[in-house]
């Protein structure tokens, strides 16, 4: 009874829309109930509706690259998987699928890829550019992974609008079991701050239920995105990839994703929330239980369809029917169902909250 009411207390904070502290976040965490994710994700539904009403933000992905020079120990495209098949678009592809896009009605274009140094700051700038020239109504967003400032820098004054680098995780020490040692989780903060500075709207995220996460762990990430407040966050369950030293670890849950959702969109209301293709990959009703949860953002993938298998970040990646720009409709027809509609404008971030 007393640990109840306990629950009930720091969830009625939350949902007013007070700070918890990092132990009160994993308390809620360890002791959530079906009754509880219901109480939150209600909630959540409701700041979602005061903030952007109905609107359900599309996305069109592009996956530039699956080239890569890192080796994340859970990443599918890890330079030193020798089995990942790896491709480049050449800018007139990159241009192909805006278009096809474009004509669909989107509005954002999404590209994402490994940390392919071939992708260098003169041929990103000059694509960036062109996207900008031929679609000029579309905000252009780059998820390329961590370059220097002066890069970022660059890349702004060409035009992008936003950039997603996800932290993968708040904690310093869980971040080192998760990457090699050529990577540090100092440099991803550090660019997440240039990101910021120089004026993108900058997201950030991690994966739930990565090997050695904890609720101290994930109550630290909910920290640090109350204090960062990033204009996106993208959080997915991890799913193991049969070709990483992760490939039999345990995979992250829906339940659990969804019950992060629910708390990301309470602890920073007006934030972007993709429900993401890795929730709708462990769970083939993963994409309407993350809308269903507080998330107001999905990303479609525009890839030219023979590459789209080749982007595989961990075991059987979605990339078909309603997760592909040409199963558009039937994905607007999900979202409709659920009383909710498909928006293909920029979808900025609202600063109201
Ligand atoms: N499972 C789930 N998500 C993954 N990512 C990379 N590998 C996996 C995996 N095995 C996520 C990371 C990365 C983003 C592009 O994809 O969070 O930042």
């Known amino acids: 009874m007393k640990n109840r009411s306990r629950v009930e207390e720091l969830a009625d904070r939350l949902t007013a829309g007070k700070a ?11 002791h959530r109930t079906p009754e509880l994710t219901h109480q939150l994700a209600k ?6 509706e005061r903030i952007y009403g109905r609107s359900v933000f599309i996305r069109g992905l592009i996956e530039i690259s699956n080239y890569c020079k890192n080796d994340c120990f859970y990443c599918g495209i890890r330079c030193s ?9 050449t800018p007139e ?43 000029g109504d579309c905000a252009v967003t780059l998820s390329l992974g961590e370059r220097s400032r002066k890069s970022y820098q660059r890349l702004f004054d060409a ?5 997603l680098l996800r932290h993968e995780t708040a904690d310093p020490a869980h971040y080192r079991k998760l990457h090699p040692e050529t990577m540090s989780p100092e440099n991803r903060m550090r660019c997440l701050r240039d990101l910021k500075e120089i004026g ?9 239920g990565s090997p050695y996460q904890t609720s101290s762990e994930l109550a630290e990430d909910l ?23 992760f490939g039999n670890e345990t995979p992250g849950t829906a339940e659990l994703t969804c019950f992060l959702l ?16 890795a929730l709708a990959t462990i769970d083939p009703g993963g994409r309407e239980k993350g809308l269903l949860s507080g998330a107001n953002v999905v990303m479609p993938n525009l890839s030219p369809k023979e590459i789209r298998g080749k982007y595989e970040l961990y075991d059987h990646k979605l990339h078909e029917g309603e997760e592909s720009a040409q199963g558009f409709r039937a994905l607007s027809e999900k979202i409709r169902s659920l009383g909710l509609e498909p928006a293909v404008d920029r979808g900025d971030i609202r600063k109201e909250e």
């Open 223 to 245: 920290a640090f995105i109350r204090s960062f407040r990033p204009d996106m966050c993208g959080i997915g369950p991890f799913i193991p990839h049969r070709d990483t030293p």
């Open 159 to 163: 035009g992008a609008d936003r950039y």
């Open 93 to 135: 592809e990159v241009l192909r699928c805006a278009k096809e896009g474009y004509e669909l009605g989107f509005r954002t274009f999404v590209l994402q890829g490994g940390e392919d140094t071939f992708l260098t700051d003169d041929k990103l700038c000059a694509l960036i550019r062109d996207l900008k020239k031929q679609f």
């Open 43 to 48: 909630a959540a539904v409701a700041v979602r």
């Open 200 to 208: 993108f709207q900058t997201g950030c995220g991690i994966m739930v």
């Open 262 to 277: 629910s708390m990301i969109r309470l602890i920073h209301p007006a934030v972007l929330l993709p429900s993401t293709t």
């Open 81 to 89: 998987n020798d089995h990942c098949d790896r491709y480049r678009l």
């Open 20 to 30: 918890l502290t990092r132990e009160e976040y994993a308390y809620l965490i360890d």
